[in-house]
């Protein structure tokens, strides 16, 4: 795979090839923004995050901002024609820290760039702690229309764990005050498998996350990553790692309360009440449509041709307050790479991937997963589509290896 790496000293040309630009417009065109700054530092996160402390005077949020509506501006440069953003998603980091006027602003500079699509989802994560009836109002009436909350658990010991500081009864509480505020589609994000969560902890978070009323919930197994105060604690054996069949028998409790409840997978971390409950703007990276990431450490994707900005604000703001592009690296996809990537994230969604993508060996791999009850054989005979069983959702990664070959 081709990766063209900026030394520090010299940007990245943010100019894209004629190839990339064909046909933009005609997919689906989303917007992220990366808001980097955060209250506290959870110990499992290792997103592009800082707290006040982690930084100096020149990362603050108005420096971040005025960085981000110069990039805002490069990128309407870069695409010529830049097309309407069918969605737009603010996230990080804790964007409900900029409070309701700063989120505000961040929607009026996209608006003012690209303009939104008829029916256009606009998204926001907030975290519980830092949101109210005023908040949302606020967002509400800025032009938001779907709000993500971070609830992870309803178990304090498992909050503790995760150095969440909320307490448990707030998400349910913040859901409520979103939808009071006239928010029709509200997310609840659920972690599972943390050290020392129970069953019966599960069962009363899934059991909060339905009392809430929201329609959509994410669930994402518990990953330690490298270079996190987590994973020092596994290493120090002050914590055992996450036990792979542990993780699979909470995915599956996830699946059976959350359907029972009207809530269908529609992507293998991912219930909706709806279709229109689903996350359009999600759905366009599982679906390898556009979109333009704005922020630290944002990625970035237009036909085919990928890019990333640096991660620290300090260094984005000022190389955009030079007239640079923000880009860190950037790689051309090949055919292959494109092949695989659409295997990979299409095998994920409901609907499936189609048959026709695949080679013959790919073909083969797929009848003998669904002969061994990884693949649904009647979506594939009635409906030439490789669709996961619920056992193969819990094996996605290895049938995806299988049927790229």
């Keep these: ?131 109210s009836p005023e908040f949302f109002a606020g967002i509400r009436e800025a032009g938001y229309t779907r709000v993500s909350l971070g609830m992870q658990s309803a178990a304090q010991h498992v909050l503790k764990i995760l150095d969440r500081v909320h307490t448990p009864g707030r998400p349910g509480k913040a859901a409520a005050e979103a939808r009071a505020a006239g928010f029709e589609h509200v997310n609840l994000d659920v972690i599972y498998g943390t050290p020392g969560e129970r069953p019966d902890d599960l069962l009363a978070t899934l059991d909060a996350v339905l009392a809430a009323g929201v329609d959509h919930v994410s669930a994402y197994a518990l990953i330690v990553e490298e270079g996190t105060a987590l994973a020092r604690r596994v290493r120090r054996g002050e914590l055992p790692a996450p036990d792979d069949d542990v993780l699979a028998a909470d995915y599956e409790m996830i699946d059976a309360t959350l359907s029972a409840a009207g809530l269908r997978w529609y992507e293998v971390s991912n219930w909706a009440a709806s279709d229109a409950a689903r996350c359009r703007h999600n759905l366009g990276y599982w679906r390898g449509d556009d979109w333009w990431g704005a922020g630290p450490g944002a990625h970035s994707h237009v036909g085919g041709v990928r890019w990333w900005n640096v991660k620290h604000p300090a260094r984005y703001a000022a190389l955009l307050a030079a007239g640079d592009s923000p880009a860190g690296g950037r790689e051309v996809l090949t055919d292959d790479d494109q092949h695989l990537e659409r295997i990979m994230l299409e095998l994920r969604v409901a609907e499936g991937l189609p048959l026709d993508v695949l080679d013959e060996p790919g073909l083969a791999e797929a009848r003998a997963a669904a002969a061994e009850g990884l693949l649904d054989p009647s979506a594939l005979d009635s409906r030439g589509r490789a669709v996961l069983t619920d056992r193969g959702r819990l094996l996605a990664d290895g049938v995806v290896r299988r049927l790229a070959g």
């Design 1 to 131: 795979m081709p990766v063209l790496r900026s030394d520090p000293a010299t940007p990245i040309d943010p100019a894209l090839p004629d190839s990339a630009l064909k046909g933009l417009g005609s997919r689906t065109f989303g917007v992220y923004v990366h808001v980097p700054f955060c209250a506290t530092r959870c110990g499992y996160c290792d997103f592009n995050t800082y707290t006040a402390g982690e930084l100096d005077s020149g990362s603050s949020p108005q420096s971040w901002l005025e960085g981000l509506r110069r990039e805002l501006e490069l990128a309407a440069r870069v695409l010529v024609v830049p097309p309407a953003a069918d969605t737009v998603f603010v996230g990080g980091g804790t964007p409900s820290l900029l409070g309701a006027d700063g989120l505000a602003s961040v929607l009026g500079a996209v608006r003012d760039v690209f303009g939104l699509a008829p029916g256009a989802e606009v998204t926001t994560e907030s975290n519980p702690e830092s949101t």
